[in-house]
């Protein structure tokens, strides 16, 4: 082949490289429709911490709240509330329920799991 | 004649195609800011069991509804409805069961446990947001319209309504037969023992274990399973000439002697009626 025929080439190339990442990325991109919670917008994930906040505030129950803060995800449970906290006060929450979101963070931050002993354990 | 461009069309192609495997395959869009429709089904169902734990806490109904609304669901009561069923059936932790169950009875507008009022140092959870966020997203979330809007604004007080606590069974408090009644109503399914467990403020109480027996035979079923009925009802299909028991699980006070009735029909013939017995806890 010529050189222009290779040049022709590697224009096509790139003009169809090109089509293809934005059919890809922006026309059709890779639907995700069973997300985990992890991936949750911050603001939907700090309500979803209002909720365990709120729960917790009625019934006292750290070792629920606990689990229920590892749905999304795998920072200790502290973490997960102090970040919730935070978007909580940037995104103008009312006091009460920043209030709420204090309470379960100092709850979390004692918080240790119950250790299953192991058998055979002298 | 001017040569055909085939390297053109193929460069077109072979570039398509190494794009699309970029774009699809090796670094497809990342998805980091989801919304809660699009989480997994277990995970929906997870989401659900915490908004229906925060509202038996709160009883904030707006809010909870709100937070319903962000799950995508066509019909949230019937959807609730269903998990509490399904939870039930796979013997899930009872108090869970009964606050997602309350929660779809509380939508529908039944069963409104009358408010307690009483001072409290806290401003009315209502007029508290579910943050309507500022972010810029790849995928703006077609419910942000009901995060933002669906909380009303109302003044300040000291006064607020306290959280109602969700109705469940008081353990130790034994049932007691309110009423026991024939149906004679053709329409009906015929011998169908109807039983609607409710507390002392008349709220049905879903998840109750209600145990029938007869000679040589014994059954249990559960009270929520058909909430379209209440969530504190269950039935059970007898058979003629049987004379059963009933009790609800806890203890309290039997049922006993139930047989069939027999109801008289319209053109002079005989049919199998029902009955329909209301056990309340004092």
Known sequence: MSPSTWIKLLIALAIGAALGLVYGWVIAPVEFIDTTPETLRADYRADYVLMIAETYHADKDTGLAARRLAIIGSQMPADIVKQALQTGREAGYAPNDLTLLEELFTAMQSYQPVSIPTAGTP | ?282
């Not at chain 2, 699809?24 to 998805?31: D, L």
Request: hydrophobic fraction near 40%; glycine fraction near 6%.
């Open chain 2, 1 to 282: 004649m001017k040569r055909f461009p085939w390297e053109l069309i193929v460069g077109l192609i072979i570039g398509a195609a190494l794009g699309l495997s970029y774009a699809w395959i090796i670094s497809p869009t990342r998805y980091i800011d989801a919304i809660p429709a699009s989480l997994r089904a277990d995970f929906k169902d997870q989401y659900r069991i915490a908004i229906s734990a925060a509202y038996a806490s709160t009883s904030d109904i707006q809010r909870a509804r709100a937070r319903l609304a962000l799950l995508g669901d066509a019909d949230s009561v019937q959807t609730l409805s269903a998990q509490a069923q399904q939870m039930l059936a796979n013997e899930a932790d009872i108090k869970t069961v009964n606050q997602i169950a309350q929660l779809a009875s509380d939508l529908q507008g039944k069963n409104i446990a009358p408010p307690v009022h009483t001072q409290t140092i806290f401003t009315p959870l209502a007029n508290t947001t579910l943050i309507p966020s500022p972010n810029v997203t790849e995928n703006p979330p077609q419910t942000e319209s009901v995060s933002a809007t669906e909380q009303p604004q109302s003044p300040i007080s000291a006064v607020t309504p306290r959280p109602t606590q969700t109705p469940t069974a008081t353990s130790g408090a034994p049932f007691t037969i309110l009423s026991q009644e024939t149906v004679c109503k053709s329409n009906l399914t015929e011998a169908l023992l109807q039983v609607y467990v409710i507390d002392s403020h008349r709220r049905p109480i879903p998840g109750v274990e209600l145990i029938v027996t007869w000679d040589g035979g014994e059954d249990h079923f559960f009270t929520g399973f058909k909430p379209e009925l209440g969530n504190g009802y269950a039935d059970f299909q007898m058979q003629a000439n049987v004379s059963y028991t009933l009790r609800v699980g806890s203890g309290g006070t039997p049922a006993t002697n139930l047989t069939v009735p027999v109801c008289p029909s319209a053109n002079g013939n005989t049919f199998n009626g029902g009955l329909s017995i209301t056990f309340q806890q004092p």
